[in-house]
Nanobody
Framework: QVQLVESGGGSVHSGGSLRLSCAAS????????MAWFRQAPGKQREGVAA???????ASAESVTGRFTISQDNTQDTVYLQMNNLRPEDTALYYCAAVYGYYTTPQLLASKYMYWGQGAQVTVGS
């Protein structure tokens, strides 16, 4: 089993910044995808950004140039730096992980096995 714990959510004004962290523990393997998804009230969950053990990344078009996914040297913590936040970024942000893929990470929720509890991000206008 793998446990994922998010931190760093909060409330900011439009144009502000936040950094989310996701700490993984448990049966972690060296080959993985880790990603951030978000879900706003009344909307479907959508992929935001993903990273793999080789440092390859993928991101949604809506956040490209504003959000950056990264990981620490031990590769058990993943970050999402969010700059120039907009009201439409308001959502519950989830960390997700899956182990064993060789390909570039994808932003498809169905491919991820482990999920965190979520961190709320609220952006006021």
């Amino acid at each position: 089993q793998v446990q994922l714990v998010e931190s760093g959510g909060g409330s900011v004004h439009s144009g502000g910044s936040l950094r989310l962290s996701c700490a993984a523990s448990g049966n972690i393997y060296s080959r993985y995808w880790m990603a951030w998804f978000r879900q706003a009230p009344g909307k479907q969950r959508e992929g935001v950004a993903a990273i793999d053990n080789l440092g390859r990344t993928a991101s949604a078009e809506s956040v490209t140039g504003r959000f950056t996914i990264s990981q620490d040297n031990t590769q058990d913590t993943v970050y999402l730096q969010m700059n120039n936040l907009r009201p439409e970024d308001t959502a519950l942000y989830y960390c997700a992980a899956v182990y064993g893929y060789y390909t570039t990470p994808q932003l498809l929720a169905s491919k991820y096995m482990y999920w965190g509890q979520g961190a709320q991000v609220t952006v006021g206008s």
